[in-house]
């Protein structure tokens, strides 16, 4: 699997909107970008994926380059609730397949 | 409500002691994976199961075991030579392995080795 390059942290205020890079340069074409987060203590839970195409749902954006190096996560009014690590895992589908978390960028939403 | 649970939430052992970690699932998912956490550090894999009666280790298995004799159930042996078993284990599953759409995690068993 491809590997993910995460700052380590970052902070926005609360209100507004928190964009979370993700650099995957040696992504492959069959290989997905998928975001998690984890709140303290709790289990991840699942937020969005994409192949290329820009991805909209309930939690978040996902904007994926046109040479899909890097992506970036948007949570558009970030709350205090959205305080969490955010993973960025790239994986291609098959059975032979694992999903790999790294360290993640921990975002901290100010009030 | 659907979902996965573990148990214990919390839990304590003497070195020495082989310890069980239970995860039970209701989603009618045929694949279920164990995650090790350590404080600061991301999730690691330690076995997964595509389909009862077959498991395969993930990256770090050594010093645990599993079995998987029913779909909703996958538990988690510590076993006396893990060499520092005390962190966070994450439980599991997905509809298919890896085919498409992601993981359902429980809410974790932090295992203390006293």
């Known amino acids: 699997d491809a590997k993910t390059t995460q700052p380590p942290s970052m902070d926005c205020a609360e209100g507004r909107a928190a964009n979370l890079p993700c650099n995957h340069s040696?992504?492959?074409?069959?290989?997905?970008v998928y975001w998690y987060r984890q709140i303290h203590s709790q289990g991840p839970q699942y937020i969005i994926h994409?192949?290329?195409n820009n991805e909209t749902n309930e939690m978040a954006s996902l904007i994926i380059t046109e040479d899909r190096k890097s992506s970036t996560l948007i949570l558009p009014h970030a709350t205090l609730r959205d305080t969490a690590v955010y993973y960025c895992?790239?994986?291609?589908?098959?059975?032979?397949?694992?999903?790999?978390f790294g360290k993640g960028i921990t975002l901290s939403v100010r009030p | 409500d659907g979902g996965i649970t573990q148990s214990p939430k919390y839990l304590f052992r003497k070195e020495g002691q082989n310890v069980t970690l239970s995860c039970e699932q209701n989603?009618?998912?045929?694949?279920m994976y164990w995650y090790r956490q350590d404080p600061g550090q991301g999730l690691r894999l330690i076995y997964y199961?595509?389909?009862?009666?077959?498991?395969q280790k993930g990256d770090i298995a050594e010093g645990y075991s599993v079995s998987r004799e029913k779909k909703e159930s996958f538990p988690l042996t510590v076993t006396s030579a893990q060499k520092n078993p005390t962190a966070f284990y994450l439980c599991?599953?997905?509809?298919?392995?890896?085919?498409?759409?992601?993981?359902?995690f429980g809410e974790g068993s932090r295992l203390t080795v006293l």
């Open positions: 599991a599953s997905s509809p298919r392995h890896l085919i498409a759409g992601e993981l359902f």
């Open positions: 989603l009618n998912h045929d694949a």
């Open positions: 895992i790239v994986r291609a589908l098959g059975a032979n397949s694992k999903l790999t």
């Open positions: 040696t992504i492959s074409g069959n290989e997905y």
């Open positions: 199961s595509q389909i009862v009666n077959d498991f």
């Open positions: 994409g192949l290329k």
